[in-house]
Nanobody
């Protein structure tokens, strides 16, 4: 059974940094693309970042380009999201997602399993 468990969220001041982790189990993580999405209250779920199965390709949402970095450690079956220069607008619940295959997509339909989410709150 697929399990995705996010951690690392919390409260941070604007300009600060956080690193989210997504521990995976129940599947061979190195054969699937992985991604991060976020959802703020009253807003639709938004693509944040994605990384291919091999780890050599990454995509980012326009609002986080240059500030966030996605990475993966296949040995630890863990995906990370390093978030720098955080803005209050980055406040949301962040979700880890498992791709439907090795190819990388940027929409929710490209991902088939989701974690429970971790709250990130950025204060001004």
């Amino acid at each position: 059974q697929v399990h995705l468990v996010e951690s690392g969220g919390g409260l941070v001041q604007a300009g600060g940094s956080l690193r989210l982790s997504c521990a995976t189990s129940g599947f061979i993580a190195s054969t699937y693309a992985m991604g991060w999405f976020r959802q703020a209250p009253g807003k639709v779920r938004e693509f944040v970042a994605g990384i291919s199965a091999s780890g050599d390709t990454a995509y980012y949402g326009d609002s986080v380009k240059g500030r966030f970095t996605i990475s993966r450690d296949s040995a630890k079956n863990t995906v990370y999201l390093q978030m720098n220069s955080l803005y209050p607008e980055d406040t949301a619940v962040y979700y880890c997602a498992k791709g439907r295959g090795s190819g990388l997509g940027t929409t929710s339909t490209s991902f088939g399993s989701w974690g429970q989410g971790t709250q990130v709150t950025v204060s001004s």
